[in-house]
């Protein structure tokens, strides 16, 4: 489940398009984003003081299912940008998180082996 929030940035409907078509983009490549939540975040800064361009910042957080607790924070000069920058690199992001979980498995899987093989449980069950 995706969603989308403006904060201090008036909601725009091809804005909103483009983040779904870019997020999708993400989804496609990893399947199992489909069962997540995922929160994003499109922000405009002002400053107060100095007449300068306004900043836009792009959160990305997934809250809900296998990639719970990604989070990425992009900003840039321009909306799309910022856009760009989070989807490029929510990619990479995530591929680490995926590696992340299937190095934990292997070590899991090593340790009860190891386990196994010194309690001589190992040598029982490839014996049948």
Request: hydrophobic share 40%; with cysteine.
């Given at each position: 489940?995706?969603q989308?929030?403006?904060?201090?940035?008036?909601?725009?409907?091809?804005?909103?398009?483009?983040?779904k078509?870019?997020?999708?983009?993400?989804?496609?490549r990893?399947?199992?984003?489909?069962?997540?939540?995922?929160?994003?975040?499109?922000?405009?800064?002002?400053?107060?003081?100095?007449?300068?361009?306004?900043?836009?910042t792009?959160?990305f957080?997934?809250?809900?299912?296998?990639?719970?607790?990604?989070?990425?924070?992009?900003?840039?000069?321009?909306l799309?940008?910022?856009l760009?920058?989070?989807?490029?690199?929510?990619?990479?992001?995530?591929?680490?998180?995926?590696?992340?979980?299937?190095?934990?498995?292997?070590?899991?899987?090593?340790?009860?082996?190891?386990?196994a093989?010194?309690?001589?449980?190992?040598?029982?069950?490839?014996?049948f």
């Open positions: 489940m995706q989308i929030i403006f904060k201090n940035l008036k909601r725009s409907e091809p804005a909103r398009e483009v983040v078509q870019r997020m999708q983009s993400i989804i496609d990893f399947p199992a984003l489909k069962d997540c939540r995922i929160h994003t975040t499109l922000e405009m800064h002002n400053p107060a003081i100095r007449t300068r361009p306004g900043l836009f792009v959160k957080h997934v809250s809900q299912g296998r990639y719970r607790g990604v989070r990425l924070e992009k900003s840039g000069q321009n799309f940008a910022a760009a920058d989070v989807v490029d690199h929510a990619l990479e992001k995530l591929n680490r998180f995926g590696d992340r979980l299937r190095v934990k498995e292997r070590n899991r899987a090593r340790k009860i082996v190891a386990i093989e010194s309690s001589g449980m190992y040598f029982k069950i490839n014996q």
